[in-house]
């Protein structure tokens, strides 16, 4: 039963154009998630977050937007820059239970193409 | 300096065999996690441990033993490795278990033949 779903396996955007990659989680329950991102043959470093009491955050060029009552969340990179190119992934976590296991999506692979 | 650290980095053995996968963190962290990657690219939780004691297990066969020596060291140990334990393994850390970032270590890819 996978929880969390990243439905587009890859995405490719031109350099300066706005990416948009989309996490979808069934657990009502969640109320922390993240993303992640990760480079070839390196473990996944952290990204940028959001809490279930917010709808935006934002981290200079990235952004995350969630929709609790659609389950959704997006993260936005503006302006792409080829070296965003990797594999995202985002994870979600019922932080109330005071231990944050995460469950996290297969990832979407993003090319920026310079 | 690498935060998180992982050896062996490829780990390639017979089916049948007990192998163990080494993780060290330099970050003062308290809580370490083991991580799983299959085929299908599902990075799924297996164990974490909190100042070395258990707090997350989820459901590993029992051939899956972690240890924790000390805060900064936890060890993945496998016995009787099967053809479906072939994956990639990451350890990661954070401060504590309430800290929402992890800190990934650079994985070990395990292939049993």
């Known amino acids: 039963d996978q929880q969390v779903k990243q439905n587009s396996p890859s995405l490719s955007v031109q350099e300066g154009r706005i990416s948009i990659l989309n996490c979808d989680y069934t657990n009502s329950m969640f109320d922390y998630f993240l993303w992640y991102k990760k480079y070839p043959a390196e473990g996944p470093t952290f990204l940028i977050s959001?809490?279930?009491?917010?709808d935006k955050n934002e981290d200079g060029r990235f952004t995350v937007f969630l929709n609790k009552s659609a389950k959704h969340l997006s993260l936005h990179i503006v302006p792409s820059q080829p070296g965003d190119s990797a594999v995202y992934f985002c994870?979600?976590?019922?932080?109330?239970?005071?231990?944050?296991?995460?469950?996290f999506g297969t990832g979407t692979r993003l090319k920026v193409l310079a | 300096d690498t935060a998180v650290s992982q050896t062996p980095k490829y780990l390639v053995t017979q089916m049948g065999n007990d192998k163990s996968i080494k993780c060290e963190q330099n970050?003062?962290?308290?809580?370490m996690y083991w991580y799983k990657q299959d085929s299908k690219k599902f990075l799924k939780i297996m164990f974490s441990?909190?100042?070395?004691?258990?707090?997350i297990n989820e459901t590993v066969p029992n051939r899956f033993s972690p240890k924790s020596p000390d805060k900064a060291h936890l060890n993945l140990h496998i016995n009787s490795l099967e053809l479906g334990d072939s994956a990639v393994y990451f350890c990661a850390s954070s401060p504590n278990p309430g800290s929402a970032e992890q800190f990934f270590g650079p994985g070990t890819r395990l292939t049993v033949l």
């Open positions: 441990y909190n100042n070395k004691e258990l707090i």
């Open positions: 994870a979600a976590s019922e932080g109330a239970t005071g231990t944050y296991k995460y469950i």
């Open positions: 959001i809490s279930s009491i917010k």
């Open positions: 970050l003062g962290h308290d809580t």
